[in-house]
């Protein structure tokens, strides 16, 4: 058994959350979606977290905007009254799948279900904690940092 970012994993391969308030191992059964503004919405990050890219509907949150976070590539998505967030909508995630998904953001990030258009509803991962001015594009970070943080994916998965 291991442990990473307040979670656990026992031999089964099973992970297990040991934060209060992480949802690992909802099951989507009933239509959950995932609506994802960050490094989630790249093919290749998905492909290295469960080992699969599930379906891609773009989306847009208004109310909200993915802030660039201090010393971090990846973004947070906060309320802005006058702001659009995009991205897109993850479908057909199985419960282990979005147990994975749960244990590799940080503990900053906390689930809530949002209704971005065209989807009527999702969850998705809001931050809690301190954020930049600027908003986190996702061009600059596939231009500047993909490639080294699907290496680093790979790498936590390893180390699950």
């Known amino acids: 058994m291991g442990s990473w970012k307040?979670?656990?994993v026992d031999e089964s391969g099973a992970i297990a959350s040991t934060a209060p308030g992480r949802r690992v191992g909802r099951s989507i059964a009933n239509g959950d979606r995932l609506f994802v503004y960050g490094t989630l919405q790249f093919p290749e990050v998905l492909i290295e977290l469960i080992?699969?890219?599930p379906e891609l509907l773009a989306a847009e949150l208004i109310g909200w905007r993915a802030a660039?976070?201090?010393g971090r590539v990846y973004p947070g998505l906060v309320p802005a009254a006058s702001g659009m967030a995009r991205g897109a909508v993850l479908s057909g995630l199985d419960a282990g799948e979005w147990a994975v998904l749960d244990a590799?953001?940080?503990?900053?990030?906390q689930l809530r279900r949002v209704r971005p258009d065209p989807v009527t509803s999702a969850w998705t991962y809001v931050w809690t904690s301190e954020v930049e001015r600027d908003n986190w594009y996702?061009?600059?970070?596939a231009a500047e940092h993909l490639g080294a943080f699907v290496a680093r994916c790979a790498e936590w998965r390893r180390l699950l």
């Open 51 to 53: 080992g699969r890219c």
């Open 138 to 141: 996702a061009e600059r970070f």
């Open 104 to 109: 590799f953001e940080d503990d900053e990030y």
């Open 6 to 8: 307040g979670c656990t």
């Open 68 to 70: 660039a976070l201090p």
